[in-house]
């Protein structure tokens, strides 16, 4: 069994794949880890516990052909939701993780995610522990209309609170982070990290040449893009993620808020 | 269509000034036809009516409910958006902060104000200015009418996602009453960003959706001619949204909409507001943060 890589066209065996945590060994691209996938690999052994597994969205809009569709994407990926939220451990350091995930729906945001959010950001606040999102998203998920828009508002409202309370909040951005998801939580981090090359913006790329009536440049929106104009902290590759978090984690300890 | 049929009902009206015996009963009776049809209007009509360019704007909004209004300008970073609104204001006697989306009535008005489309700038202003109306212990009074926040290249490098982010975030926590008030379009991210509020009112024929109709039809459907299903599917107008509880009240128009009579409009919006800003003016700020989080928590909750 191989993998082709999307971006070189190479072969690699699908176990070497996976134990690069979806990088291509050959050309260095990033492409999507499943989010049990990822978390699996950045907490310390034995230490991932999920949390509202369970937790679903309905269909509040009744909208046509929805309840079908996400029936569709429940089978196809063996996930209920676009996120998945979780306690765990990198070397040591106890944290609070949510993982979108754009091979469910596109990562799009419904109530069914914006709630699983909402907890984790509430059980961070309330456990005082440190929050760590990773976002993959193209966005609301357009057929909970107004309900999806208003987990924008849910989830800003609860980083606010956290942020309020003292609470420290990573957030990961990742191939695609678009629309909603970058007009609300995502973009709130206390630091802001993104992996390379990943296409991080508000207006999708197609949305904006239809617009202006022209080609954009290459690279635009892209992390390097993203950091060079001051909304990331730093990049960092897939492999250095759990090193560069458990840093984090540890020049964040013993902190006291002032009030 | 419905521009058609307002227009028509102009002429109708123009005209019956000076028609007299049977040429004016004939006018009154297509008169009135017209009004029966626009009485009742589908999802899409009022979408078109929400977009009526003859529609209330916000300068018309701020003279007729406010006194003595001193325009605030530019983020302080960057420049000025003129796509939105704001500034100081007296509200009965009592200062307020103003802010809302700005569109224009014609086509030099509208390239002037990017047809009411934001940059991050302007949504940068909108914070500075509600930030200062809690300092200063001023309500905010928003007014929502825009297609949705501008997809441009320099939105995009100055960081339009954070910005709308930004106003999400601290607007939640603002220890100051905000009332929101959509006039007509409340389209995405780009509305909600001047939107989080502790009462959430709209006009009869506005609407409020996370795509515009045709956004959704050309995602969904792959043909923006589909509006029509997509204004169906999205439940996007004040009564659908009354119903699911999710805003706070209607303000009523006039038949043939709310540019036909303005002034029963202002006078129930006063109304209105006065009661929304009587209501949470009786709160204390730690009241108010924590029902205004509350009020959107509970938003999808299964
Ligand atoms: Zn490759």
Redesign the pocket.
């Known amino acids: 069994m191989t993998v082709t890589?999307p971006?070189?066209g190479?072969e690699t065996a699908q176990a070497v794949w996976h134990a690069h945590l979806c990088v291509?060994p050959?050309?260095g691209?990033h492409q999507p880890i499943a989010a049990r996938a990822r978390l699996t690999a950045l907490c310390d052994e034995g230490t991932l516990a999920e949390m509202n597994a369970d937790l679903v969205g309905g269909d509040p809009l009744d909208f046509p052909g929805y309840a079908k569709k996400l029936a569709a994407q429940r089978e196809k990926t063996g996930m209920q939701e676009a996120v998945m939220t979780a306690t765990g451990r990198i070397d040591g350091h106890p944290a609070v993780l949510a993982v979108l995930d754009a091979q469910f729906f596109m990562g799009s945001m419904g109530t069914g995610a914006g709630e699983k959010i909402t907890r984790a950001i509430e059980y961070a606040r309330d456990a005082q522990l440190p929050l760590i999102m990773f976002s993959a998203s193209g966005g609301a998920r357009m057929q909970e209309g107004f309900f999806s828009l208003m987990q924008m508002a849910k989830t800003s409202a609860a980083v606010a609170d956290f942020s309020d309370k003292g609470g420290l909040y990573i957030s990961v951005l990742t191939h695609p982070t678009t629309g909603g998801v970058t007009a609300s939580f995502a973009s709130l981090g206390d630091i802001m990290l993104a992996e390379p090359n990943a296409l991080i913006g508000f207006a999708g790329p197609r949305v904006i040449e239809q617009t202006i009536g022209q080609r954009l440049p290459e690279g635009f929106q892209r992390s390097e893009f993203q950091q060079e104009h001051g909304f990331i902290d730093q990049i960092v590759p897939r492999a250095q993620m759990r090193t560069v978090l458990s840093r984090l984690l540890r020049l964040h300890e013993g902190g006291v808020k002032r009030t | 269509m419905i521009k058609a049929m307002i227009r028509e009902l102009e002429e109708i009206e123009s005209a019956q000034r000076t028609a007299q015996g049977a040429e004016f009963a004939q006018l009154a009776a297509r008169r009135d036809a017209l009004l029966h049809q626009l009485s009742d209007l589908t999802p899409e009509q009022k979408v078109l009516m929400a977009r009526y360019p003859r529609r209330p704007k916000i300068s018309q909004y701020v003279d007729a409910l406010f006194t003595d209004f001193f325009e605030q300008r530019g983020d302080r970073q960057c420049r000025e958006d003129r796509s939105i609104l704001g500034g100081i204001a007296l509200f009965h006697g009592r200062p307020v902060t103003v802010l809302g989306h700005r569109k224009g009535g014609n086509i030099e008005e509208n390239l002037a104000c990017n047809f009411g489309m934001p940059g991050p700038e302007g949504y940068r202003k909108a914070l500075r200015l509600m930030k200062q109306a809690e300092k200063f212990g001023r309500p905010v009074i928003s007014f929502i009418d825009t297609p949705g926040a501008y997809p441009g290249m320099e939105a995009e490098e100055r960081g339009q996602g954070e910005a709308i982010a930004r106003n999400l975030a601290e607007m939640s926590r603002l220890r100051v009453p905000v009332i929101s008030i959509v006039t007509g379009e409340g389209s995405s991210g780009g509305a909600l960003a001047l939107g989080l509020a502790d009462r959430i009112l709209m006009l009869e024929n506005a609407y409020y959706s996370v795509v515009t109709p045709e956004g959704c039809a050309s995602i969904l459907w792959k043909d923006p001619k589909k509006r029509d299903e997509a204004c169906m599917a999205l439940k996007l107008t004040a009564q659908d949204l009354l119903g699911f509880g999710v805003i706070d009240g209607i303000v009523p128009e006039a038949v043939g909409g709310a540019q036909r009579d303005t002034q029963a409009l202002f006078a129930r919006l006063d109304r209105e507001i006065a009661q929304a800003l009587d209501a949470l003016e009786g709160k204390d700020a730690d009241t108010l943060v924590r029902e205004r989080y509350a009020k959107y928590r509970r938003i999808g909750l299964a």
């Open positions: 890589c971006a070189c190479r291509c050959a050309c691209s």
